[in-house]
């Protein structure tokens, strides 16, 4: 079974702290994902990796940046954390061509007070 | 950009009711499509995938989905509901187009035992 996991399930943090997200998967995928999960609005892709050292801005990439050194982890860092980063959130891998299945890790409920 | 409507936000019914859940996307091309669930607690999983052929597609747990093209729809169906179903359901859909995963909003099941 895939399995991807998060570094923390509840983190809070102060406003304009530096946060980092880290997410590991066990299953040598390419393709590692970090989306953000709001109340009516869905999953928001912020950026996504198809291979090491790569990285591509998704559709809400502000306030964020990522570092993919090793295939089976890949960062989210929020470099000076708002109120408005307040959110759950998701990393995702998948392996093959991008259009396949993600798979899922558990989630960071993040609080910025 | 791919935009997925899922139009019920909070879908309420009692056990054993005959389910169905919208989904919509805003433009033909070649799509994959997608339901993930997410259980209270638990981390998002795929429910069940569209990537060509017939387009009613089986997933576990008893699901199912009809992929109609010339309706940009792919609605998830069940027919009769049980108390675990309680989860939020979420569509996506790649586009080959832009190659990327758009999701809708989510649609936030409760079965009243």
């Known amino acids: 079974d895939v399995k991807v996991t998060q570094s923390s399930r509840y983190l809070v943090k102060r406003t304009g702290e530096k946060v980092f997200l880290e997410c590991v998967q066990d299953?040598?995928?390419?393709?590692m994902f970090w989306y953000r999960q709001d109340p009516g609005l869905g999953l928001r892709l912020i950026y996504f990796?198809?291979?090491?050292?790569?990285?591509e801005k998704g559709d809400i990439p502000e306030g964020y940046s990522v570092s993919r050194e090793k295939k089976e982890r890949f960062s989210l860092i929020l470099e000076s954390a708002s109120t408005n980063q307040t959110s759950m959130y998701l990393c995702?891998?998948?392996?093959?061509?991008?259009?396949?299945?993600?798979?899922f890790g558990p989630g960071t409920r993040l609080t910025v007070l | 950009a791919q935009s997925v409507s899922q139009h019920n936000h909070h879908v309420i019914l009692s056990e054993a009711a005959s389910l169905e859940l919208g989904c919509n996307y805003s433009?033909?091309?070649?799509?994959?499509l997608f339901w993930y669930v997410q259980y209270p607690g638990q981390h998002l999983q795929l429910l069940l995938k569209?990537?060509?052929?017939?387009?009613l597609v089986k997933g576990i747990k008893g699901f199912e989905a009809e992929f109609i093209k010339s309706k940009f729809s792919f609605n998830l169906r069940k027919p009769s509901v049980q108390w675990s179903d309680t989860a939020e359901y979420f569509c996506?859909?790649?586009?080959?187009?832009?190659?990327?995963?758009?999701f809708g909003t989510g649609t936030r099941l409760t079965i009243i035992p």
């Open positions: 995702a891998s998948s392996g093959g061509p991008p259009y396949n299945e993600q798979f």
């Open positions: 299953m040598d995928h390419e393709n």
């Open positions: 990796s198809y291979d090491v050292k790569m990285k």
């Open positions: 433009y033909g091309g070649t799509v994959n």
């Open positions: 569209y990537f060509s052929g017939d387009p």
């Open positions: 996506a859909v790649y586009d080959f187009g832009n190659e990327k995963l758009t």
